[in-house]
């Protein structure tokens, strides 16, 4: 069983700042790539950023230069580091990892629960 558990998200002003994480635990063997989705309402999910373990990184446009996408490999974690926010990035945000776990030993995708991002104006 693998989990993903998110925190961070929250209600800031726009201009702010929020600092995403994400934690994943359990019957993992490695990790592949790992990154954050949002979906706004009556939108689809759309990726924000992405890192492989490599630590090749992938932006959206929207977000570039705002957002910065970290890993800490030793903790499974992935960090989304949210910067001068506009009301047009208030979404659901997920965490996203594409792993093998230890039982099946095939790459599978997982997603967290998603933590809310509002930003006002």
């Known amino acids: 069983q693998v989990q993903l558990v998110e925190s961070g998200g929250g209600l800031v002003q726009a201009g702010g700042s929020l600092r995403l994480s994400c934690a994943a635990s359990?019957?993992?063997?490695?990790?592949?790539?790992m990154g954050w989705y949002r979906q706004a309402p009556g939108k689809q999910r759309e990726l924000v950023a992405q890192?492989?373990?490599?630590?090749?990184?992938n932006y959206a446009d929207s977000v570039k230069g705002r957002f910065t996408i970290s890993r800490d490999n030793a903790k499974n974690t992935v960090y989304l580091q949210m910067n001068s926010l506009k009301p047009e990035d208030t979404a659901v945000y997920y965490c996203?990892?594409?792993?093998?776990?230890?039982?099946?030993?095939?790459?599978?995708?997982?997603w967290g629960q998603g933590t809310q991002v509002t930003v006002s104006s």
């Open positions: 890192i492989t373990s490599g630590s090749s990184i």
């Open positions: 996203n990892a594409d792993l093998i776990n230890s039982h099946e030993f095939r790459l599978m995708v997982y």
């Open positions: 359990g019957s993992i063997f490695s990790i592949r790539t």
